[in-house]
C-alpha cells in the first residue's frame, strides 16, 4: 500500500487544464468540497487550485490507484 497522502494521489484531486501558462504544470482542481461561489450571480463558481504535492487532512485515497 502506498504511503503517499499528497493531493496528485487523492480521488479528489483533479489535473487542471494549464492555459497559457496561468498555472504551474503541477497544479489540480481540488474536488472535496462544492465549488466556492463568485459575488456577481453570473459568474461561475470555482475549485480551489492546488499543487499536486499539497496534502490536507481530508485525503480519500484514489479508488483508481488501487
Do not use: I
Amino acid at each position: 500500500m502506498s504511503k503517499d497522502t499528497s493531493c496528485k494521489a487523492c480521488s479528489f484531486y483533479e489535473d487542471h487544464v494549464v492555459n497559457a501558462g496561468s498555472a504551474p504544470a503541477d497544479a489540480g482542481l481540488c474536488r472535496v468540497n462544492p465549488p466556492v461561489t463568485q459575488p456577481a450571480a453570473d459568474a461561475r463558481g470555482f475549485w480551489p487550485v492546488v499543487s499536486a504535492n499539497d496534502w490536507c487532512g481530508q485525503f480519500e485515497g484514489d479508488a483508481k490507484a488501487a
